[in-house]
Nanobody, 110 residues
Framework: VQLQASGGGLVQAGGSLRLSCAAS????????MGWHRQAPGKQREFVAG???????NYADSVKGRFTISRDNAKNTVYLQMNSLKPEDTAVYYC?????WGQGTQVTVSS
């Protein structure tokens, strides 16, 4: 398995979750890593990304609420999600330029 996402679950609106994605070294090292999500009936969309140097970018819908980070020693990328909204409900995927993880379900109840 090249990318393994975890940390999803059920949370009430306003709550927080932290997603993790463990990658093999060859996948992670010096690569831009991203999180994407797909809600039921919708297309997959970009959520956040981070370069190997730590520069980040976010979708407008999550700016100020989500924070992406990475631990290069652990080959792991994180997505801290705060102030969650029902519209954040989706399957969240981590991705490198070549590989996609299997996804982890995030459900936000109102």
């Amino acid at each position: 398995v090249q990318l393994q996402a975890s940390g999803g679950g059920l949370v009430q609106a306003g709550g927080s979750l932290r997603l993790s994605c463990a990658a093999s070294g060859s996948v992670f090292r010096r690569n831009y890593m991203g999180w994407h999500r797909q809600a039921p009936g919708k297309q997959r969309e970009f959520v956040a990304g981070i370069t190997d140097g730590g520069s980040t970018n976010y979708a407008d819908s999550v700016k100020g609420r989500f924070t992406i980070s990475r631990d290069n020693a652990k080959n792991t990328v994180y997505l801290q999600m705060n102030s969650l909204k029902p519209e954040d409900t989706a399957v969240y995927y981590c991705a490198s330029p070549v590989y996609w993880g299997q996804g982890t379900q995030v459900t936000v109840s109102s």
